[in-house]
């Protein structure tokens, strides 16, 4: 297994270098000037060349590019055009919000979402069946920032039990989770009742049943582990996907996370706010990978690596 993590965690160096060259292309690739944005609308042309001189734009692409790789590794991410503050610490603040966020939508996702499924499979074309089937259908065509809207009008303005927005407590968490968890849920039921009827008809299941085992027995002690093999990746992929749905969520419920932050230095052209916050999503979604990997060999003794 050590062997195997260290291979895994060299990988990670090439592939964040070829994703930091896409990020950096892409993000020179925005229209617009941060230089004229810095300057504001009444500064004159010497002024913004001053700027852009100031900041680096007036070198070519593949310059920028080496001085951006240096100070990377020197764990200097820049200074946010917007706020002129370190980017790391940018980052560090808006981070925690987004931690929460992401990590009690998975929370919701995977409990709700495994129960529907394995209540979905056990009592196949049966009513709870055609039920939860029906809520993972609608789960995954609502449309988030939708259903977020329609949280707020009901829980908040109406009932007063959550805050509209912002973030006062934990309950400024509940809805937004809620929100960005449901569609995560949905795709969790409807992936885990296929994974959970293809074990069912399992040959080791049928001894299991003539052992006398109860059905909940069968399903605890045997199903379950190997069927939860193929849900532990599709998970893992959900959480990355996560990441990148908070950006909408925060946005509909005014968090202050990473989300918004990519948002704002978006429309202000921040170029190194949004390289730093493109690399971080990008090494959070490989280094969650190389977890749902490892969590193979802890489900299924039988795996190598």
């Given at each position: 297994?050590?062997?195997?993590l260290t291979k895994r965690l060299i990988t990670?160096?090439?592939?964040?270098?070829?994703?930091?060259?896409?990020?950096?292309?892409?993000?020179?690739?925005?229209?617009?000037?941060?230089?004229?944005?810095?300057?504001?609308?009444?500064?004159?042309?010497?002024?913004?060349?001053?700027?852009?001189?100031?900041?680096?734009?007036?070198?070519?692409?593949?310059?920028?590019?080496?001085?951006?790789?240096?100070?990377?590794?020197?764990?200097?991410?820049?200074?946010?055009?917007?706020?002129?503050?370190?980017?790391?610490?940018?980052?560090?603040?808006?981070?925690?919000?987004?931690?929460?966020?992401?990590?009690?939508?998975?929370?919701?996702?995977?409990?709700?979402?495994?129960?529907?499924?394995?209540?979905?499979?056990?009592?196949?074309?049966?009513?709870?069946?055609?039920?939860?089937?029906?809520?993972?259908?609608?789960?995954?065509?609502?449309?988030?920032?939708?259903?977020?809207?329609?949280?707020?009008?009901?829980?908040?303005?109406?009932?007063?039990?959550?805050?509209?927005?912002?973030?006062?407590?934990?309950?400024?968490?509940?809805?937004?989770?809620?929100?960005?968890?449901?569609?995560?849920?949905?795709?969790?039921?409807?992936?885990?009742?296929?994974?959970?009827?293809?074990?069912?008809?399992?040959?080791?299941?049928?001894?299991?049943?003539?052992?006398?085992?109860?059905?909940?027995?069968?399903?605890?002690?045997?199903?379950?582990?190997?069927?939860?093999?193929?849900?532990?990746?599709?998970?893992?992929?959900?959480?990355?996907?996560?990441?990148?749905?908070?950006?909408?969520?925060?946005?509909?419920?005014?968090?202050?996370?990473?989300?918004?932050?990519?948002?704002?230095?978006?429309?202000?052209?921040?170029?190194?706010?949004?390289?730093?916050?493109?690399?971080?999503?990008?090494?959070?979604?490989?280094?969650?990978?190389?977890?749902?990997?490892?969590?193979?060999?802890?489900?299924?003794?039988?795996?190598?690596?």
């Amino acid at each position: 297994m050590g062997r195997y993590l260290t291979k895994r965690l060299i990988t990670i160096i090439p592939i964040l270098f070829f994703v930091s060259i896409f990020i950096f292309l892409f993000v020179h690739l925005i229209p617009g000037d941060p230089a004229r944005l810095v300057a504001g609308p009444d500064a004159s042309y010497e002024d913004i060349k001053l700027i852009r001189k100031d900041l680096g734009l007036d070198k070519p692409l593949y310059e920028q590019y080496v001085n951006f790789i240096g100070n990377l590794f020197q764990g200097d991410l820049g200074t946010s055009l917007k706020t002129k503050q370190p980017v790391l610490k940018e980052i560090g603040i808006r981070f925690m919000p987004t931690f929460w966020l992401t990590l009690w939508s998975m929370v919701w996702a995977v409990i709700i979402g495994l129960i529907i499924g394995i209540i979905s499979a056990k009592k196949r074309n049966k009513w709870q069946d055609y039920a939860g089937m029906f809520g993972a259908v609608s789960g995954i065509s609502l449309p988030s920032f939708w259903l977020g809207l329609i949280l707020i009008q009901f829980f908040s303005v109406k009932l007063g039990w959550f805050p509209t927005g912002g973030l006062e407590s934990w309950k400024s968490y509940i809805l937004p989770s809620l929100t960005l968890g449901t569609s995560v849920a949905a795709v969790i039921a409807r992936f885990s009742r296929s994974s959970v009827m293809d074990v069912l008809k399992e040959d080791y299941i049928r001894t299991g049943r003539a052992k006398g085992l109860t059905e909940g027995k069968v399903i605890q002690r045997h199903a379950l582990k190997n069927a939860l093999i193929p849900v532990v990746t599709m998970t893992g992929l959900q959480f990355g996907f996560l990441l990148g749905g908070s950006v909408v969520i925060e946005t509909v419920f005014s968090l202050p996370g990473l989300g918004r932050l990519l948002i704002d230095s978006v429309s202000f052209r921040d170029y190194p706010v949004i390289q730093a916050e493109m690399l971080l999503f990008s090494l959070e979604f490989i280094l969650i990978n190389l977890i749902v990997d490892v969590l193979y060999g802890f489900l299924n003794p039988q795996i190598r690596y």
